[in-house]
């Protein structure tokens, strides 16, 4: 016998050792028969998760003006807004999914607003809900309101009117499911835009 066991025990570890050197360079595709079982669970609950989102919307309790008055009539018995999924209004922007600036902002109030909506859970919506939101409104040439929210955050829906009815904020609560669940077509990505008012 020209090796004995240890010489054998080496020369077995050394090859296992430079075969597996080898195999890491050559990635092979997992077969559909052979799939891993995470995989699996992926494919199937990404359409559960994305139903999760879009049925149960968590706004934000955030009122700024006049329209905070409107906001809460939306809450209220006569809209009954937990009944299409816009459940209660959270105290706390990391049990939310969903800010709605109602009112207008000022120059000081930016940073708070910031820190909110980066506090909130991802993923993270706003709604501009009235003029004052989307365009500073009657002050909109003032020194300390911003025109608009837009200048400060990604806008996903804006509801117009001064002040606007909740009946509004309810359509607008609407179209946010539907671009939440991918049945609105447009850019994916939101970006804070200029003012075109400016």
């Not at 079982?37 to 149960?56: C, E, P, Y």
């Not at 937990?82 to 207008?104: H, N, S």
Request: glycine share 8%; hydrophobic share 40%; net charge positive.
């Amino acid at each position: 016998m020209p090796y004995d066991i240890e010489e054998f025990l080496n020369a077995e570890h050394e090859m296992t050792r430079i075969a597996q050197q080898a195999s890491k360079k050559y990635k092979v595709e997992t077969n559909a028969m052979f799939a891993k079982l995470s995989d699996v669970t992926k494919a199937v609950s990404s359409g559960m998760v994305k139903w999760g989102q879009q049925n149960s919307v968590w706004p934000m309790q955030f009122g700024l003006a006049c329209c905070a008055m409107e906001l809460m009539d939306f809450g209220a018995s006569r809209i009954d807004a937990e009944r299409k999924g816009y459940l209660m209004f959270r105290g706390t922007p990391r049990q939310c999914d969903v800010m709605i600036v109602a009112g207008w902002v000022t120059k000081s109030m930016v940073p708070r607003i910031k820190r909110l909506y980066e506090q909130m859970a991802e993923p993270k919506h706003v709604i501009a809900y009235g003029e004052c939101a989307t365009s500073g409104g009657p002050w909109w040439q003032s020194y300390n309101i911003i025109q608009g929210i837009d200048q400060v955050l990604p806008v996903d829906v804006y509801v117009v009117g001064c002040p606007p009815k909740p009946e509004n904020l309810f359509t607008a609560m609407m179209k946010l499911q539907d671009k939440i669940g991918g049945k609105v077509a447009g850019n994916s990505e939101r970006t804070v835009s200029e003012n075109i008012r400016r």
